[in-house]
């Protein structure tokens, strides 16, 4: 796809990286080249939450031991739409999201 790519959430679901978006993701520097572990973070994540702020917008959670900045839960925020999902961002963080709990591993 020339406009982004496509990942599988755990349920399934594509979720569309625009461009756009790799880009923004990028301008936090720790996450130089961890395309993979969003993707991994997507399709198997340990914690997912509904923000309170927008509950079309989900944060999958998924602690790495090790990362570029120590250890620390990457989070994706996914917009949800009836027919369409794509990432909003994606970051290393030391705590979870708060939010309603959808789905823990």
């Known amino acids: 796809m020339p ?28 996450m130089a080249g961890q395309l993979g572990r969003l993707s991994e973070t997507l399709a198997q994540p340990e914690l997912v939450v ?14 790495y031991a090790v990362t570029p900045v120590t250890s620390k839960y990457l989070q994706v925020a996914v917009k949800l739409l009836a027919k369409d999902a794509f990432v909003l961002t994606a970051f290393y963080s030391n705590r979870s999201k708060r939010g309603v709990e959808l789905w823990r591993a």
């Open 50 to 63: 509904a923000t309170k702020v927008d509950e079309s917008v989900h944060v999958y959670h998924r602690f």
């Open 3 to 30: 406009n982004g790519i496509i990942l599988t959430d755990y349920l399934g679901r594509a979720v569309r990286v625009t461009q756009e978006r790799q880009k923004h993701i990028l301008e936090h520097l720790e």
